[in-house]
C-alpha cells in the first residue's frame, strides 16, 4: 500500500483515480435527486411506481448499491420531474461541479453567494458555476 505524507497526496491521487470519479458522480446524482423528490413532494414510493420498479429499488439507488447506466440516471429524473444533464471541465478547473440553488431550500454556507443576477459563486473564487 502507498504511503502519503499528506492528506493532499492522498486527495491529488484519488481525484485521478476513475473509480472514485465514477462513485462521487453516482453520489451527486443521488443528492440531487433526493433534493428535487423533496421539492417536489415524491417519495421513494412515488418514484417506484413512476419507473415501473419496486420501492426496494429506489431504497437500493440511494444507498449507493446500484451501478447507474445514462438510461436508469435518466428515467429515475425523468420520474421527479427532473432532467438529467452532463457536463465535461478541464482537468485545471478548480471547482468543476455545477451547483444549482434549488428554491424554497435555503441553506447556504458562508462559502457560496448568490449574486445580484442569481449566480451562484464560490467566495474562494468568483468562477461562475450556474444560473439559479
Known sequence: MKQY?????????????????AES???DFVLQLHQLMEKRGFTKKDIAKAIGSSQAYITKVFKGNVNFTIDSMAKLANAAHGKLTIHITGKEEHNPKWYRAIEGRKKTSSRWNINSENVIYSTDEPELLEMA
Open 5 to 21: 505524507d499528506s492528506f493532499s497526496d492522498l486527495w491529488g491521487d484519488l481525484e485521478n483515480d476513475e473509480i472514485f470519479q
Open 25 to 27: 458522480v453516482k453520489l
